[in-house]
Every structure is written in structure tokens, then in C-alpha cells.
């Protein structure tokens, strides 16, 4: 594939949702990066960002190379350019996130798939389809080779980051200077959340640009309104970050600015005040939960001590605080959510965003809790991965009572209350950014998708309900089997707790059986889902009696309840049982929550 190649453009597809940072753009800085380093090389290039300005479709179909960003929200996006691109004959290259870890897909709408840290592989990607060479030798390159696809294998990651330019923000389509930047200081986190794919794509060794080349880039931006530092963790390092703060201080380079911090930063008093001075609006605080259960899930290393140290601290040093929660856990449940709202109330967190627990590729969640999206996964439409709808299958309730007990958090926080509370102190912009919040969520509900993904998410959960229709049931029959597995067990105590009687049943004699259809309103069917080699007889047993009662009791209503190894009990497939007996969500969670502590499953709240 020999080609002339003059004219390049790169691309940042917006997410077709509303979220968090949908008011105010914070540019990403892997388009912009890549197009300084390429221009500094004498192509002509363009870069759209297109929460900024949309992408001019002529140009981007006269270049002859596009260079398209994918996130995972945006990957929908991304790949219908990608699409239209390639079918007027252009080369395209996907990477981001998204494609780095799922490459084999990005292909199947891209030429290339650069993964990970794109700089060098990009530059060579170039230069190899001008010379008309082979691709075998750029690491971090992904490819089709007759029919089939070629991962190369991986570069080692930039250990100085110095050697890549300073990104020119005038290549940005529609850029405006004095406005909002992104600086980036470091990669890499050294931390291992369990939701987040930072580590995977950018390792957790902690690398750095010089303090000299972050000040001059500094000196570059001078004037803008606020700088972003674009680090993971912008305090893992504090005697570098210290060093950096002084000279930021000593040559008068402080614009308003905020950073991604951990709880720990509040512990050394020094650098809290030289934050302070050296003008800090505000910070990103990965707070996560309130929950400790979930706390350890996620392998955060924080108590709720240290959240509520970290508020008082900097707000002592009249920082604002962005509070990040993310909601959902194996741990959490409705209870939960709101519960961490009134927190973030009493506490006056500034602004927070509720991020619903979204299992991301790349992040040790999607690799190992959810098999690469093939457990407890409910959608793989990749543009609702916005952190604003239920993906997945949470252990204590339901996905549509996660998508609604998050919003609802939300909508608690962004209140007419809370923006009171915010005048009361003369808050005059937070009383605004809670403004904002509120108004997004009414916009959040006025989208079609939004709405109908919502109703989807209550369709799955009343399923049985609307199957069956609202009856008097006072008695289910069970297979007995089921009753000897703990998940029976557990069934059959939950149903007890709202008042239903259970009736073991097994392969009988037709009189018996005749005697006890007479005393049974409806039937449960388990439904067997990836058994497990050391559990095969049971399954055997279990499938043998459930295709006898089908066949013998089939005027009877049949309750579909999956049996499913992993994680332990799912509390959807017992709330769409009790809804057959109560429609209040409320009662049945307690009586799951009350049979879950009497069989020993959990410890009682």
C-alpha cells in the first residue's frame, strides 16, 4: 500500500449523550498531540474536537489519511466515520482506548488500529505506507494480513515523556485561546482500581515530563482562562509536585486550575497550602463510595474516615471539591446510592457526578469479573458505556433500580435545595454548576434513547409479571433439587418472607403428583446457565426433573429463574418472582435482604 501522503486529519468524536462534562469541554490531548508531532514533520493537518467544532465532512474526505479517536462511548461514532471514510476511499487509523483493547473490532471499520501510546507507531505507520513497506515491525500496530488480523506486538512505554512536542492547540478546529486547556504532567497510575482501564492502557509505572517543559507550556497557555492538569493522579509524586507548584508560583504561571487528586494528598499540610497558593479552584477526588464493602471491592486503600478528612481539608483551603462516586457494586444497593447523595449534601461536596459502575474494556472489571463482556453484561451498545446507563448486572438489585436509584441521587443533589444552599453562602458559580446539573438531568429524559433504554431496563425486571398477569398466588412448587442448592435455599426463605408457601416437588407418582398440582398456584423453571464441571450431577438432576414437571404440569404458570454459577445470588431473578406476590420493590428487597442474612450469605446492615 504505497500512497502519496499530504494532507492529514484527525478526529475526537463527541459522545451522543448528555454527561457530566457535556457544558464545559476539556479537550483530550491524543489528537492534538499526534497532529503537532506530524506537522512538525511537514504534513498539512487538521484536528477536530467535536465538543468544540464539527468536523468539516469535505476536508475530512479529501485527506488522505484520518485519524480517528475511539473511546468507548464514542466508539458507535467513531466507527461510522470510519465507515464513510473508507467507502470514499480514504485510509483511516482508529485508536484510543476503546480499539487498543479491542482491536480485532476497530478493524472491522479501520485500515489500522494503533494501540496504547500511539506516538511512535503512528509516525512509522506513515512513513511505511509512503515507502509502499511491510507493517511488521511497528510495535503497538494492529492490521488485516490476507484475511486475517495481526497484532504486533507491544512497545515498551515512553519512559521521558520530553521527547513529544508540545501540543499546538491552533491546530484544533474552531479553537478559541483564553479558554479552557489540557496539560499533561505524567502517565501512568501506580493504583489498580478495579473499574478503571488507565493502568492498562498506560501502565502503572509513573512517568513524567521535566518540570522545566511543563513551565514552558505553561508560559505557552498564559492568559486562559483555567488549566486542566490531565495526569491520573496529578499528587502521586508530592515532592515533584511541590517542585512544580513553586515554579508555577516564583514565574507567576497560575490561571485557575484543577487536577485529578487521591484522598491522601490532604495528609501533607505543606502541599495542600502550596496548592492553595499557587491558585487550585478545584480538584477531582476519586471518592468512589461511601460503602467500606465496596471500598474493598474496588481495591481503593480508603476508608470513609479519609473521604470525609479529605473535605474538610481542602475545603479549609478553599478548594472546591468535584466528588467522583461510582455506583453499582457487587456490594451496593439502592439504599446505598442515596444514601451516598445525602453525603455528598451534609458534607457539601461542590458538584459530584454518580458515575453508574461500568464494566470498561481494559479495566481488570471487564477482563476477569465480566469475561470480556460475556457475564452479566446486559448491553454491548458501546455509546450507552457513558458512566449514565446500567450495562451490567449488579449482585443486590436490579439494573433498571440501579439506572433510576442513580439518577435519582443525582437529581437529590442537583436540587432546587442545593442550589440554595449554595446562594445561602454567596456560591454564585457552584450555585450555577448545580444549575447546570439540574437542567441536564431534565434534558437526560427528554432523549428518546434515553427513555426507551430506561423502559427496556423495567421491561426486563417486570418480565414475569407481564407474562403471567397479576394474580392471587399463595403457593409455588419448586424442584426439590433446587431446595438442596443454597440458591433454593435462599429462594425458598425469600418467598416464605413474603408470605408464600413452597411446595418441594420431585419426579412422583402420578397420584401424587395430581395431589399436589391442586395446592400449587405456579410452577418455578429453573433455567441452568454455564454449569460448572464439579457441579454437573446436580445440574443433571435439576434438568431431568424440570423437563418432567414441564411435561406434567403444563396447564400450570411457569416462572423462568436462572441458576447461575460466579458470584452468588443476582437479586433480579428473586425480584421478578416477587413481583408475581407484591408490586412493592421495597418489601421484596427486604425479604431478599432479610433470607439473604438468615441463610448467612451477608451480614445484616
Same mark, same amino acid.
Given at each position: 500500500m504505497k500512497r502519496a501522503l499530504k494532507k492529514?486529519?484527525?478526529?475526537e468524536p463527541k459522545s451522543t449523550h448528555l454527561h457530566i462534562y457535556s457544558r464545559v469541554c476539556i479537550p483530550r490531548l491524543g489528537s492534538v498531540l499526534l497532529g503537532t508531532l506530524m506537522r512538525n514533520q511537514g504534513y498539512d493537518v487538521r484536528v477536530y474536537i467535536e465538543d468544540i467544532e464539527a468536523p468539516d465532512m469535505n476536508e475530512v474526505m479529501s485527506a488522505d489519511l484520518v485519524g480517528i479517536s475511539a473511546i468507548t462511548s464514542t466508539a458507535p461514532q467513531s466507527y461510522r466515520l470510519a465507515d464513510k471514510v473508507r467507502a470514499a476511499g480514504g485510509i483511516v487509523v482508529l485508536g484510543g482506548t476503546h480499539t487498543s483493547f479491542l482491536p480485532e473490532e476497530g478493524l472491522e471499520h479501520a485500515d489500522f488500529v494503533i494501540r496504547g501510546e500511539g506516538e511512535f507507531a503512528f509516525q512509522e505507520l506513515v512513513d511505511a505506507i509512503r515507502r509502499g513497506d511491510g507493517f511488521e515491525k511497528i510495535q503497538n500496530l494492529s492490521y488485516r494480513q490476507d484475511g486475517r488480523v495481526v497484532n504486533n506486538p507491544e512497545r515498551p512505554k515512553i519512559p521521558n515523556l520530553d521527547v513529544n512536542p508540545i501540543p499546538?492547540?491552533?491546530?484544533?478546529?474552531?479553537?478559541?485561546?483564553?479558554?479552557?486547556?489540557?496539560?499533561?504532567?505524567?502517565?501512568?497510575?501506580?493504583?489498580?482500581?478495579?473499574?478503571?482501564?488507565?493502568?492498562?492502557?498506560?501502565?502503572?509505572?509513573?512517568?513524567?515530563?521535566?518540570?522545566e517543559r511543563v513551565l514552558q507550556e505553561l508560559t505557552l497557555h498564559k492568559g486562559n482562562m483555567y488549566t486542566f492538569f490531565a495526569d491520573d493522579i496529578f499528587t502521586a509524586n508530592k515532592k515533584r509536585v511541590k517542585e512544580l507548584l513553586r515554579g508555577m508560583i516564583d514565574r507567576n504561571l497560575t490561571p485557575e486550575w484543577g487536577a485529578q487528586v487521591r484522598t491522601e494528598t490532604v495528609d501533607d499540610p505543606e502541599l495542600l497550602q502550596m496548592m492553595r497558593d499557587?491558585?487550585?479552584?478545584?480538584?477531582?477526588?476519586?471518592?468512589?463510595?461511601?460503602?467500606?464493602?465496596?471500598l474493598k471491592l474496588f481495591q481503593k486503600k480508603q476508608d470513609?474516615?479519609?473521604?470525609?478528612?479529605?473535605?474538610?481539608?481542602?475545603?479549609?483551603?478553599?478548594?472546591?471539591?468535584?466528588?467522583?462516586?461510582?455506583?453499582?457494586?457487587?456490594?451496593d444497593d439502592v439504599e446505598t446510592i442515596d444514601a451516598t447523595a445525602d453525603f455528598a449534601l451534609k458534607h457539601d461536596i461542590d458538584s459530584i457526578q454518580f458515575?453508574?459502575?461500568?464494566?470498561?474494556?481494559?479495566?481488570?472489571?471487564?477482563?476477569?469479573?465480566?469475561?470480556?463482556?460475556?457475564?452479566?453484561?446486559?448491553?454491548?451498545?458501546?455509546?450507552?458505556?457513558?458512566?449514565?446507563?446500567?450495562?451490567?448486572?449488579?449482585?443486590?438489585?436490579?439494573?433498571?433500580?440501579?439506572?433510576?436509584?442513580?439518577?435519582?441521587?443525582?437529581a437529590k443533589f442537583y436540587s432546587w435545595s442545593g442550589i440554595a444552599r449554595k446562594l445561602a453562602k454567596r456560591d454564585i458559580y457552584y450555585a450555577t454548576i448545580r444549575y447546570w446539573g439540574k437542567k441536564m438531568i431534565r434534558q437526560w429524559w427528554k432523549d428518546d434513547e434515553n427513555r426507551e433504554y430506561v423502559q427496556w431496563l423495567r421491561d426486563q425486571l417486570y418480565s414475569e409479571t407481564r407474562q403471567i398477569g397479576h394474580r392471587v398466588f399463595t403457593s409455588v412448587g419448586v424442584p426439590d433439587v433446587l431446595l438442596q442448592d443454597s440458591v433454593g435455599r435462599l429462594l425458598q426463605r425469600f418467598l416464605g418472607e413474603l408470605g408464600v408457601t413452597v411446595v418441594p416437588l /420431585? !419426579?412422583?407418582?402420578?397420584? @401424587? $403428583?395430581?395431589?399436589?398440582?391442586?395446592?400449587?398456584?405456579?410452577?418455578?423453571?429453573?433455567?441452568v446457565k454455564r454449569a460448572v464441571k464439579e457441579r454437573e450431577e446436580f445440574y443433571a438432576r435439576l434438568t431431568a426433573v424440570t423437563s418432567t414437571l414441564s411435561v406434567g404440569w403444563e396447564k400450570l404458570p411457569r416462572i423462568s429463574f436462572p441458576v447461575v454459577d460466579g458470584q452468588g445470588p443476582v437479586f433480579e431473578p428473586f425480584a421478578k418472582i416477587g413481583l408475581l406476590f407484591?408490586?412493592?420493590?421495597?418489601?421484596?428487597?427486604?425479604?431478599?435482604?432479610?433470607?439473604?442474612? /438468615? !441463610?448467612?450469605?451477608?451480614? @445484616? $446492615?
Amino acid at each position: 500500500m504505497k500512497r502519496a501522503l499530504k494532507k492529514l486529519v484527525f478526529v475526537e468524536p463527541k459522545s451522543t449523550h448528555l454527561h457530566i462534562y457535556s457544558r464545559v469541554c476539556i479537550p483530550r490531548l491524543g489528537s492534538v498531540l499526534l497532529g503537532t508531532l506530524m506537522r512538525n514533520q511537514g504534513y498539512d493537518v487538521r484536528v477536530y474536537i467535536e465538543d468544540i467544532e464539527a468536523p468539516d465532512m469535505n476536508e475530512v474526505m479529501s485527506a488522505d489519511l484520518v485519524g480517528i479517536s475511539a473511546i468507548t462511548s464514542t466508539a458507535p461514532q467513531s466507527y461510522r466515520l470510519a465507515d464513510k471514510v473508507r467507502a470514499a476511499g480514504g485510509i483511516v487509523v482508529l485508536g484510543g482506548t476503546h480499539t487498543s483493547f479491542l482491536p480485532e473490532e476497530g478493524l472491522e471499520h479501520a485500515d489500522f488500529v494503533i494501540r496504547g501510546e500511539g506516538e511512535f507507531a503512528f509516525q512509522e505507520l506513515v512513513d511505511a505506507i509512503r515507502r509502499g513497506d511491510g507493517f511488521e515491525k511497528i510495535q503497538n500496530l494492529s492490521y488485516r494480513q490476507d484475511g486475517r488480523v495481526v497484532n504486533n506486538p507491544e512497545r515498551p512505554k515512553i519512559p521521558n515523556l520530553d521527547v513529544n512536542p508540545i501540543p499546538d492547540y491552533k491546530l484544533i478546529s474552531g479553537w478559541k485561546p483564553g479558554g479552557v486547556i489540557s496539560v499533561a504532567t505524567s502517565r501512568g497510575c501506580p493504583f489498580s482500581c478495579t473499574f478503571c482501564s488507565v493502568p492498562g492502557m498506560y501502565g502503572h509505572a509513573f512517568r513524567t515530563h521535566s518540570i522545566e517543559r511543563v513551565l514552558q507550556e505553561l508560559t505557552l497557555h498564559k492568559g486562559n482562562m483555567y488549566t486542566f492538569f490531565a495526569d491520573d493522579i496529578f499528587t502521586a509524586n508530592k515532592k515533584r509536585v511541590k517542585e512544580l507548584l513553586r515554579g508555577m508560583i516564583d514565574r507567576n504561571l497560575t490561571p485557575e486550575w484543577g487536577a485529578q487528586v487521591r484522598t491522601e494528598t490532604v495528609d501533607d499540610p505543606e502541599l495542600l497550602q502550596m496548592m492553595r497558593d499557587a491558585n487550585c479552584f478545584n480538584v477531582y477526588v476519586g471518592f468512589e463510595s461511601i460503602n467500606p464493602r465496596t471500598l474493598k471491592l474496588f481495591q481503593k486503600k480508603q476508608d470513609l474516615a479519609k473521604i470525609e478528612r479529605a473535605i474538610e481539608r481542602f475545603h479549609a483551603h478553599k478548594i472546591r471539591i468535584h466528588g467522583m462516586f461510582v455506583v453499582g457494586s457487587d456490594e451496593d444497593d439502592v439504599e446505598t446510592i442515596d444514601a451516598t447523595a445525602d453525603f455528598a449534601l451534609k458534607h457539601d461536596i461542590d458538584s459530584i457526578q454518580f458515575m453508574i459502575l461500568t464494566p470498561i474494556p481494559g479495566s481488570p472489571d471487564w477482563d476477569h469479573l465480566y469475561n470480556r463482556g460475556e457475564k452479566y453484561v446486559i448491553s454491548r451498545n458501546w455509546s450507552f458505556y457513558d458512566g449514565h446507563h446500567a450495562v451490567h448486572q449488579p449482585r443486590r438489585m436490579s439494573p433498571y433500580e440501579l439506572q433510576m436509584a442513580a439518577i435519582n441521587a443525582m437529581a437529590k443533589f442537583y436540587s432546587w435545595s442545593g442550589i440554595a444552599r449554595k446562594l445561602a453562602k454567596r456560591d454564585i458559580y457552584y450555585a450555577t454548576i448545580r444549575y447546570w446539573g439540574k437542567k441536564m438531568i431534565r434534558q437526560w429524559w427528554k432523549d428518546d434513547e434515553n427513555r426507551e433504554y430506561v423502559q427496556w431496563l423495567r421491561d426486563q425486571l417486570y418480565s414475569e409479571t407481564r407474562q403471567i398477569g397479576h394474580r392471587v398466588f399463595t403457593s409455588v412448587g419448586v424442584p426439590d433439587v433446587l431446595l438442596q442448592d443454597s440458591v433454593g435455599r435462599l429462594l425458598q426463605r425469600f418467598l416464605g418472607e413474603l408470605g408464600v408457601t413452597v411446595v418441594p416437588l /420431585a !419426579e412422583a407418582a402420578e397420584g @401424587a $403428583a395430581a395431589r399436589a398440582r391442586q395446592t400449587v398456584d405456579c410452577l418455578i423453571a429453573p433455567i441452568v446457565k454455564r454449569a460448572v464441571k464439579e457441579r454437573e450431577e446436580f445440574y443433571a438432576r435439576l434438568t431431568a426433573v424440570t423437563s418432567t414437571l414441564s411435561v406434567g404440569w403444563e396447564k400450570l404458570p411457569r416462572i423462568s429463574f436462572p441458576v447461575v454459577d460466579g458470584q452468588g445470588p443476582v437479586f433480579e431473578p428473586f425480584a421478578k418472582i416477587g413481583l408475581l406476590f407484591t408490586q412493592n420493590l421495597d418489601r421484596i428487597r427486604t425479604a431478599y435482604k432479610n433470607a439473604g442474612v /438468615a !441463610e448467612g450469605l451477608w451480614e @445484616a $446492615a
